[in-house]
């Protein structure tokens, strides 16, 4: 998307270790980001999501983090497992707007 | 409940040929999205409708492609004549209208020779 780019294309983590997807977003007026997770032959499936009033949100496992200041999200996958093996996309949206997505981090759990 | 179903969920096809991508909403949603993954652009949406509306098709690549809702819980994505550029994943996504969160298909591969 023209606003969101992530950091890295790929991402290996030891099973058990916590992963950290990090994503850059360019627009200061968005205030809406979410996370998609895509498997292998699968569609996006939703994560997590934050507006841009919070800067921390915990799911299960999971942590959104957003520095406004920076223009910075991060997902945190704590314990990772190896079904958290996929792609993760975040996307961002202003007002009213459709969500841009990233290009995605693809994340490899190593056993 | 059953998802986005999506039909069919691949399609090899010649150039030239007319493709048609059909997409089920979830029960009850009234927005829908249709998206386009390839390698080099991710991600595209091509067009959304809200209450069978469509409300923004300006990421619809160009006149070959078309969609419609010819009722409140089915899509239609048309292309024609299809080309070996128009090869990717098509994507559909359903959400209640004003909800944040969007719910995906499985997709449909088009590969077009």
């Known amino acids: 998307g023209e606003n969101v780019g992530l950091h890295l294309p790929t991402l290996s983590v030891q099973e058990g270790d916590n992963s950290i997807i990090n994503c850059a977003y360019s627009?200061?007026?968005?205030?809406?980001f979410i996370w998609y997770k895509q498997e292998s032959g699968k569609g996006p499936q939703f994560i997590i999501d934050i507006r841009s009033n919070m800067d921390k949100r915990q799911g299960q496992r999971v942590t959104v983090l957003l520095n406004k200041t920076v223009k910075h999200l991060s997902l945190q996958i704590a314990a990772t497992q190896p079904g958290d093996s996929a792609v993760y996309f975040c996307a961002d949206r202003t007002g009213a707007n459709n969500l841009f997505f990233g290009t995605g981090t693809r994340l490899t759990v190593i056993p | 409940d059953a998802g986005v179903i999506q039909s069919p969920r691949h399609e090899v096809t010649e150039m030239g040929q007319e493709v048609t991508l059909r997409c089920k909403l979830i029960?009850?949603?009234?927005?829908l999205f249709w998206y386009r993954q390839t390698m080099m652009r991710g991600l595209e949406l091509l067009i959304y409708f809200n209450n069978n509306v469509p409300i923004d098709d300006s990421g619809m690549p160009e006149d070959r492609f078309s969609a419609k809702m010819p009722n409140a819980s089915f899509s239609t994505l048309k292309i024609q004549p299809s080309e070996p550029r128009d090869s990717a994943v098509y994507f559909c996504?359903?959400?209640?209208?004003?909800?944040?969160?969007?719910?995906f298909g499985p997709g449909t591969r088009l590969t077009v020779l």
């Open positions: 627009n200061s007026a968005s205030d809406y």
């Open positions: 996504a359903s959400s209640f209208l004003g909800s944040d969160t969007q719910y």
């Open positions: 029960s009850g949603h009234n927005s």
